[in-house]
């Protein structure tokens, strides 16, 4: 749950050798000369948690780093998350930090902005503000510098910052003097960041500055009036006069005005929205008894017309929404059952019923009759459905897809062969063309219709390998026609975003436990998924930052099954404890405000000439 916090983050960017680290350790350091670390200068100079983004990084990152080699971007996304996870927990605890990250890239920003729960992509109204650290090269490099040196002397810290594309010289390090800076022999050296040229830099000027400088100014008797325009006239000739430390050279331009004030103010009054709160525990809760507790099963669904079918053992249940009353639909014979999916079509009135003897019934719920059976295209369960307007997609215990058109007498269409094992998770793409499959072969297809034949076994569109366990969570992004997300067992607990066109993947998420079931957001950017052992619970994460939202416990067995209402805001949850869950995750949609009338335009009622 999203805490009501007024937490914020304050990122201090700029190139490394910036002086980010010591930034606020500034202020203090003629005062606070005995300290153990830099952040722990900044804790007591801002009253406020320093964070360095460095720190963050995988140990595999720094090492890279440590030798000049270039980080990828496959480098930088888990210290990104990693990052975003810290500052979201602080801001929700309604804390202030400081981060020093060189987020000189836009889209690292973007991502850093997401540790805010209630940041919209593309806006800047956010709790995580950046400040670019503008300073002289000499200055920036004589604050790190002089920092170091201070904290080597008082004995806390014994360490040597090596920047970029210098070394240090063991030799040099003789009777407790500093070390000297030699640049490296290796003039092929690529390095991650930009990094200053120390050769350029006047550190005895900056050092004075920082520790000299002002001692006549501290103490009057040692200064008197003569003596100051003596040095003033000696600056002014030596072009000495470089005490602006930290400022700007020049007053910054008064901003233009390019609308008048008064409108400019009401543009700016814009309501902030609010942070949605997500409650932490279910709304309602109902008995389920005789729930199969299998993986590889789809027991629940949720119509278009607002009910819920749930199967019970060999009994389909159907629970009113609206009206809270329950009825049940059918019960199989204990030959033919028990009942090992059902899935409803999109009218939300037909419901398909899958069997453990290979058949599938057809049935009106309205009107509470079956209506055909679909039989002999399978030779084992039928655990998984999918709907694609009058095509019923069919994937069983024996590895074949099956598309069924309900309106013929032959209903088999077309046939897909890839899976090896059971096929546990089957969707539909918004579109209708792309039908994605799991399997318990750990093997993830993308098939494409306008590949499909009936005459022969189709090919796939991709075959994707890169789950090491049982793949049944799937679920197409609504707002992204082609991005699809895949959950993996017990034995691979990741969740992995794919590029279905191309088959790339876009990233992979450990989540600690199996993935049993996924459902995007239809209002918010948001993904929720429902896991097993250790704490079955259900996790919402930002996307695509993959920051967790929030952590829905009460289950106390693995979440096998997920539904969610036809307005996106209720999700259903069935779990081997023999319980359905209710929870109001998504939150309630925004009314969209009906667009204003355009006024009329002049002779709109003469015709116009092309």
């Known amino acids: 749950m999203v805490a009501e916090g007024t937490g914020e983050v304050i990122v201090i960017m700029g190139v490394s050798g910036a002086g980010k680290t010591c930034f606020y350790a500034l202020a203090n350091i003629l005062f606070i000369w005995y300290i153990r670390t830099i952040g722990n200068l900044l804790a007591e100079a801002a009253k406020c948690t320093f964070l360095d983004a460095d720190d963050f990084h995988p140990d595999s990152n720094k090492e890279k780093m440590r030798e000049g080699i270039p980080l990828s971007e496959e480098d930088r996304m ?147 009036p003569s003596k100051e325009a003596y040095q003033k006239q000696l600056r002014e000739v030596f ?155 069919t994937g069983s215990m024996d590895g074949k897809i099956i598309n069924n058109d309900v309106r013929i007498r032959d209903h088999v269409v077309e046939t897909y ?60 992004c609504p707002f992204q026609g082609n991005l699809l997300a895949s959950g993996g067992g017990g034995g691979d607990r990741c969740i992995k975003f794919w590029n279905t066109h191309t088959g790339a993947c876009l990233n992979s998420v450990d989540t600690g436990s199996q993935v049993c079931s996924l459902l995007w957001s239809k209002n918010e950017r948001e993904l929720l998924s429902s896991h097993g052992f250790t704490q079955n619970q259900l996790t919402l994460w930002k996307y695509p930052s993959m920051v967790k939202m929030a952590e829905l416990t009460g289950h106390t067995s693995r979440v096998l099954f997920m539904a969610q209402s036809p307005d996106g805001c209720s999700v259903a949850s069935a779990a081997g404890d023999e319980t359905l869950r209710f929870w109001n995750v998504f939150g309630t949609p925004e009314v969209a405000k009906p667009a204003p009338k355009a006024a009329p335009e002049p002779f709109a009622h003469v015709n116009r000439i092309r």
């Open 78 to 224: 888990p210290w990104l998350q990693g990052l975003c996870n810290a500052l979201k927990e602080r801001i929700i605890a309604g804390k202030i930090t400081v981060l020093a990250c060189s987020a000189l890239r836009k889209r690292y920003r973007e991502i850093l902005r997401l540790s805010d729960p209630d940041h919209l992509p593309g806006r800047h109204n956010c709790s995580v503000k950046f400040v670019l650290l503008n300073v002289p090269v000499e200055l920036g490099a004589a604050m790190d510098d002089l920092i170091h040196v201070q904290m080597n002397r008082t004995g806390q810290i014994k360490r040597y910052i090596i920047y970029g594309s210098t070394k240090p010289d063991p030799a040099s390090n003789k009777n407790g003097r500093r070390h000297q800076y030699q640049p490296s022999n290796n003039p092929d050296l690529k390095l991650d960041r930009f990094i200053p040229n120390r050769s350029a830099m006047d550190f005895d000027y900056a050092h004075f500055m920082l520790t000299e400088g002002k001692k006549g100014k501290e103490n009057p008797a040692m200064s008197s």
């Open 417 to 476: 062969r890839g899976h090896q094992q059971e096929v546990c998770g089957l969707k539909w793409s918004a579109s209708g063309q792309q039908l994605a499959s799991g399997g318990n072969d750990n093997i993830l297809h993308i098939w494409d219709r306008s590949l499909a034949s009936s005459n022969s076994a189709t090919q796939w569109l991709h075959r994707l390998e890169d789950h090491t366990a049982a793949v049944k969570a799937l679920a197409w």
């Open 239 to 393: 072009n000495m006069n470089r005490t602006r430390i930290l400022a700007f050279k020049n007053k910054p331009p008064a901003p233009v005005e390019f609308m008048p004030q008064e409108y400019a103010s009401v543009q700016q009054s814009k309501p902030v929205k609010p942070r949605r709160h997500i409650p932490q525990t279910s709304e309602r809760t109902l008995d389920a008894p005789d729930l199969l507790d299998d993986y590889y099963l789809n027991l629940l669904d949720w119509g278009s017309s607002n009910v819920l079918a749930i199967a019970l053992g060999t009994t389909v249940y159907l629970w009113d929404a609206s009206t809270g009353s329950t009825s049940e639909l059918v019960t199989v014979d204990d030959d033919k059952g028990p009942v090992t999916s059902v899935n409803w079509a999109p009218d939300g009135r037909h419901i398909a019923v899958g069997l453990n003897d290979s058949e599938v019934q057809l049935w009106d719920s309205t009107a509470n009759r079956q209506l055909r059976t679909l039989k002999g295209g399978h030779r084992a369960r039928v655990g998984s459905l999918a709907w694609n307007n009058h095509i019923l997609t």
